[in-house]
């Protein structure tokens, strides 16, 4: 079985600062880990994904994250932060199938101007 | 359209009435899966359907909750006998295929369920 857990539930920068949202997994697998966001009103969408190639992975909007085995981490990075980058964030696990795919509880992340 | 329509938007019962979610999802995706979404949590996995049967519903919470797709397309989420604890969203995503991990679950806005 799989499982993430977010570490904050809030996350406040300020415009220009960087972004990081910590994610841990657990699995019983060579997991695959992703992160989605989901900004108001809209339906969850996919940022970025691990699928056991490089351990670094680039997404869309500037986003990143860190496959890093021996942590069991995935944290989600961004050098500087952006106004429109204001959602709430969810780390994700599956095992060998997208069925198995679990999410955490979500990291609300606000941006000061 | 050319995302996963989910309808009500919004819906709000009473305890005790029956209710129908219902899930269209991207055209030619064969796998369909539910999820449940309450206030301050992350999705929480009800069922996944691969075509026309459900192959995992091992998240349903108890025999109230029921989901059929039965022309592997579109897909009804059915609640009996509401309760207050049911109210949360009600998110429905779709994939190419679920026998291959992508990632790519295509997520729909949600239903958002009120019991009273």
């Known amino acids: 079985a799989q499982s993430v857990t977010q570490l904050g539930s809030h996350v406040s920068v300020s415009e220009g600062a960087l972004v990081l949202l910590r994610c841990n997994y657990s699995s019983s697998v060579p997991p695959y880990l992703f992160w989605y966001v989901q900004y108001p009103n809209q339906g969850l969408q996919l940022l970025l994904k691990?699928?056991?190639?490089?351990?670094l992975v680039k997404g869309i909007n500037g986003f990143e994250a860190e496959f890093k085995k021996s942590e069991t981490s995935f944290h989600l990075t961004k050098p500087s932060a952006h106004m429109s980058d204001a959602a709430e964030y969810f780390c994700?696990?599956?095992?060998?199938?997208?069925?198995?795919?679990?999410f955490g509880a979500g990291t609300r992340l606000t941006v000061k101007p | 359209g050319a995302g996963v329509s989910q309808t009500p938007s919004n819906k709000v019962t009473e305890k005790g009435k029956y209710v129908e979610l219902r899930c269209d999802p991207i055209?030619?995706?064969?796998?369909l899966y539910w999820y449940r979404q309450s206030l301050g949590q992350g999705p929480e996995f009800l069922i996944y359907f691969q075509g026309t049967g459900a192959a995992d519903d091992s998240g349903l919470p108890n025999d109230r909750f029921f989901a059929v797709r039965p022309e592997g397309s579109v897909s009804t989420l059915k609640i009996q006998r509401t309760e207050r604890g049911d109210s949360a969203m009600y998110l429905c995503a779709s994939s190419f295929q679920a026998g291959v991990t992508t990632g790519e679950l295509f997520f729909g806005e949600g239903s958002r369920l009120t019991v009273l």
């Open positions: 055209s030619g995706h064969t796998a």
């Open positions: 691990y699928t056991s190639a490089a351990t």
């Open positions: 994700a696990v599956s095992g060998s199938n997208n069925n198995d795919m679990r």
